[in-house]
């Protein structure tokens, strides 16, 4: 396909059947599109099929008579223009290696997955770009918690490719009376804002476990930027990127709602629950956990300052008690506010 706007109706397929892809696939197949969602289980996929909704991930929402569920790879993508990925990062390349001799030349291959790959610290595009050859590929990233799209909240998202023309088409594909997409070239930046900003909604979740308030998660927020743009200063990626939806925009939305899965991972650690219980309890993906992780030997090895990171490391895989934790953190230097300048 050539085109650069969806004018006709297009062959496009999600991968993922969790509450994100749902929420996607809703919107492409309310927009007229050959749509099809590929889930693994097809104990689940005939559910979906059979009673209309996703009842294991996003009970209560009414799909799309034009959405076609399927367990079977090659019917979701045969003939696809574009696939969506929403696969959790530990499970992605797997899934991507596995479709890419059913996929035709050309094909746009959009990441919807905020997540690091825990061997490698590769994004998701690395991964598309590895393991396919000859598609277009993108990132599609925002504030956006997939329960408030399919209730039709007014919402916006980023689709981030150096391919303008796919831009172009993922805005069309997508956009409806209550969800916008924004475009942008750069997807590391893109991508990696909505990798980072899981960290910090554990770290606000565990603040509101611990009873604090609006000066504390306003204090988080911001200071969580500010390491944000620093670590995507040092690894190349343009931190202006992050005061944009994907970056500030997620941060906020993350940060403030127990819709987060990383948000609530936080709330049950700060209340005194083992992590991987929490991990269990929520019984969703919560990437933020690997990400931690990730970063904390990341920002280790380039030498950026990131105290949120190692705080929240120290707490989650060092068994420091929080009390003593934030004590250290609020004894840390006090440097400028701002370190970012427009002037040379
Ligand atoms: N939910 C949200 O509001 C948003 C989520 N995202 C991102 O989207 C990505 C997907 O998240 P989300 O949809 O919420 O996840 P969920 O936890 O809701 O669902 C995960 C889905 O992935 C499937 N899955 C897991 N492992 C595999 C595998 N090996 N092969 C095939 N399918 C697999 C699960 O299948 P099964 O049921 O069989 O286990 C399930 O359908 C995440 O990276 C998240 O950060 C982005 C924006 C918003
Ligand atoms: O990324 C999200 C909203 O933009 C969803 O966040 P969680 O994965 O923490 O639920």
Redesign the pocket.
């Known amino acids: 396909m050539t085109q650069t706007e969806a004018s006709s109706p297009l062959s496009i397929a999600v ?9 996607i696939a809703n919107i492409i197949a309310g927009n007229g599109h050959d749509t099809r969602q590929w ?3 097809p104990e ?1 996929a005939a559910s979906c099929r059979k009673l209309r909704e996703n009842t ?3 009970p209560g929402v009414v799909l799309h008579p034009l959405l076609n569920i399927t367990y079977d790879l090659e019917e979701a993508v045969t003939g696809c223009d574009i696939v969506f990925v ?6 992605f390349r ?2 991507v290696r596995a479709v890419a001799p059913l996929l035709s030349p050309g094909t746009m291959l959009i990441s ?4 690091i790959e825990h061997d490698s610290f590769h994004l998701m595009s690395d991964i598309l770009r590895e393991e396919t050859q000859g598609m277009r590929v993108g990132v ?3 504030p ?4 408030e ?1 399919v209730e039709g909240h007014y919402t916006a998202t980023v689709i981030a490719s150096e391919d303008e023309a796919l831009c172009k088409t993922i805005q069309s594909v997508l956009h409806s009376e209550t969800f916008r997409v924004y475009s942008s070239s750069d997807v590391f930046g893109v991508e990696l804002a ?1 990798a980072l900003k ?1 960290i910090y909604a554990i770290v606000t979740g565990m603040a509101k476990a611990l009873g604090r308030g609006g000066n504390t998660t306003s204090l988080l927020i911001t200071r969580a930027l500010a390491e944000m743009m620093r670590f995507a200063e040092a690894m190349g990626a343009d931190p202006m990127t992050f005061i944009g939806l994907a970056g500030v925009g997620d941060l906020i939305l993350t940060c403030s709602s127990d ?3 990383n948000y609530r991972v936080g709330y049950l650690v700060g209340k005194g629950m083992p992590l991987e219980q929490a991990v269990a309890e929520i ?3 919560a ?1 933020g956990v690997n990400t931690v992780r990730l970063i904390k030997a990341k920002a280790d090895e380039l030498g950026v300052y990131m105290p949120l990171v190692s705080a929240i490391h120290a707490i989650l895989f060092e068994e420091r008690p929080i009390p003593e934790v934030i004590r250290d953190l609020m004894s840390g230097a006090q440097t400028f506010d701002v370190a970012y300048s427009a002037k040379p």
Do not use: C
């Open positions: 991968l993922g059947g969790g509450s994100f892809g749902t929420a889930m693994r289980d689940k294991f991930y996003l929403s696969i959790p990062s530990k499970s797997q899934v919807t997955t905020k997540g599609l990233s925002g956006n918690f997939a329960k799209i909505g899981n819709l987060s899965r019984g969703q993906v990437e």
